[in-house]
């Protein structure tokens, strides 16, 4: 009896994890166009610590399927789109431009960056953008160019280097909204070693479109085999011990 | 599952004005001296389920379970490269090579700001916009005036009766802003300062502060490149048909666990 009602249960909190895992799909699809959006998939662990494999296949393929542990941001580049806003800027690789916001520095792959009314490089968000050394960045008017190492020149003086960050392996980046991320505390960011600057472009979101919507058929199709699994682990199992157990 | 139903609809609004943005690009692609117009999104806040690092009952969870509630348009970028210029022959058609832009004074006062140089006179002889707003600072040319000339650095000249050597009537002077990307748009081809775009700094064409040069008998045209509108039109349009696929799956899921029989 305990298997069987605890299969019911694993199959209830697959049917729960797929509902949640619509939502973060649904939340990748409606950011397909957001400029430097990192898209956030789902892995799944297992519902039971003693799983039912050993002897039931039913239980075994409902655990598999068990309750979402977490998300993770997936990392991978997005497409490169030109604007031709000289303050637009892409990151090809692995890095994040840091930007001072009131609840401190957070990072962000959207470089889609102005002058600010104070002559300072901003976000579309009005907040400062970081230099390398961790500094805001003031940008004279005139003609900018800014090469793949980050350094801004305007009329050919450079004046200033905007900063790309990256964290140790591992490190959970915590999405924020406004395409800003945060880094767990204790972990500091470092310079970027394998990322370089695209000046005139913007980078797009890394969710695309097909994908996101097999992700999504994929996810209907589970959430249906564990409402199979849940009518059959609650009718059919229970119809057969009652049946068999009145024999004995 | 409602939370998806919601985040999709973000989505889909969200696509509808990119949809109205680039119509309005394609329907001024080739109005004179326009400035393309991109949409720019953001994500929209995230409800945590899990806080990452949070101490659990056994063990620390490295990753936390977030999810994001979807898209927003944060800001509509103008987009300031140059448009191409094309010859009209007219001496009062003024393009701008670089990045500055013209002054006119709006009837109520106060200043705007133009890339459109399709210029005329006035009955009184004064240089005016298409819509008759006269050119900051203000050149009159006289009736009898003939072969009107203005330089790369905007100075005016013209040949006035009598004389055999043409008399300078005026100097344009040309602004630029710190961010000229906040500038406001007015219609009618204006834009207007904001606290954002910053103040106006004046100067001469051709001067050091990158106002660029003029180009008498030319007009610049709008930078909206067609093909691009077009490649995003598609990209909008197959964007909002999967957020509203993401409204089906979610419903459907819905309707589902609703029928469960026992």
């Known amino acids: 009896m305990a298997g069987m009602d605890s299969g019911y249960y694993a199959a209830l909190a697959g049917l729960v994890a797929r509902t949640q895992a619509l939502d973060t799909a649904a939340s990748n699809l409606a950011n ?22 050993g002897n039931s296949q039913l239980g075994a393929t409902v655990n598999d399927f068990g309750v979402v542990g977490g998300d993770r941001l997936d990392l991978s580049q997005g497409v490169l789109t030109p604007t031709g806003n000289a303050l637009d800027m892409a990151i090809e690789g692995q890095g994040f431009f840091a930007v001072e916001t009131a609840g401190g520095v957070r990072y962000t792959r959207d470089g889609s960056f102005h002058r600010g009314k104070d002559g300072r490089l901003v976000t579309a968000s009005e907040e400062p953008v970081l230099s390398s050394a961790g500094k805001p960045i003031a940008v004279p008017p005139g003609e900018v ?20 960050f990256d964290f140790p ?15 767990p505390e204790k ?14 472009a913007l980078e797009g979101a890394n969710q695309d479109v097909i994908q996101g919507s097999l992700d999504l058929i994929m996810m209907q ?12 682990f609650h009718t059919e199992f229970n119809k057969t011990a009652a049946e068999e157990l009145s024999r004995v | 599952m409602i939370r998806a139903l919601y985040t999709a609809a973000s989505g889909m609004s969200a696509q509808q004005l990119n949809l109205d943005t680039i119509a309005n690009n394609l329907a001024n692609s080739s109005t004179t001296g326009f400035r393309q117009l991109r949409l720019q999104f953001q994500d929209m806040l995230y409800q945590n389920l899990v806080t990452p690092g949070a101490a659990q009952s056994q063990s620390t969870v490295s990753a936390g379970l977030q999810i994001g509630l979807g898209t927003k348009s944060a800001a509509t970028e103008v987009i300031m490269t140059q448009g191409e210029l094309n010859q009209t022959s007219n001496p009062l058609d003024l393009a701008i090579e670089g990045s500055g832009f013209f002054q006119v004074q709006r009837p109520d006062g106060t200043t705007a700001y133009t890339r459109a140089g399709q210029f005329s006179l006035n009955n009184q002889g004064t ?18 005036a003939t072969s009107v000339t203005i330089t790369q650095y905007g100075v005016v ?19 630029t802003f710190p961010n000229p990307g906040g ?25 050091t502060e990158g106002l660029g040069t003029l180009q008498q008998g030319y007009l610049e045209n709008s930078n909206v490149d067609v093909v691009t509108e077009f490649v995003q039109m598609v990209l909008a349009q197959r964007a909002y048909e999967s957020n509203s696929k993401v409204i089906k799956a979610a419903d459907d899921m819905y309707s589902q666990v609703n029928n469960m029989t026992h």
Not at chain 1, 34 to 43: F, L, N
Not at chain 2, 133 to 138: M, N
Not at chain 2, 183 to 207: F, R
Request: aromatic share 2%; glycine share 14%.
């Open chain 1, 32 to 53: 397909a166009n957001t400029s430097g959006y990192r898209a956030e998939r789902e892995y799944f662990r297992s519902v039971l610590l003693d799983p039912l494999g």
């Open chain 2, 157 to 175: 000249n013209a040949t006035l009766p009598g004389q055999t050597n043409p008399s300078q009537l005026g100097q344009i002077q040309l602004v």
């Open chain 1, 187 to 200: 972990v500091a960011a470092v310079a970027a070693k394998a990322a370089s600057v695209h000046q005139g």
């Open chain 2, 127 to 144: 240089i005016v916009t298409s819509d008759g707003d006269p050119l900051i600072p203000t050149i009159t040319i006289p009736a009898n």
């Open chain 1, 221 to 232: 199709r589970q959430a249906e085999t564990m409402q199979r699994a849940l009518t059959i």
């Open chain 2, 183 to 207: 500038l406001q748009i007015m219609g009618g081809n204006l834009l207007q300062q904001t606290l954002s775009s910053g103040s106006a700094v004046q100067g001469n064409p051709g001067g």
């Open chain 1, 145 to 164: 160019s800014v090469g793949m190492d980050g350094v801004i020149s305007v009329a050919g003086g450079a004046v200033g280097a905007v900063g790309v």
């Open chain 1, 169 to 183: 392996a591992g490190t959970q980046l915590r999405p924020e909204g406004k395409n800003r991320y945060r880094p």
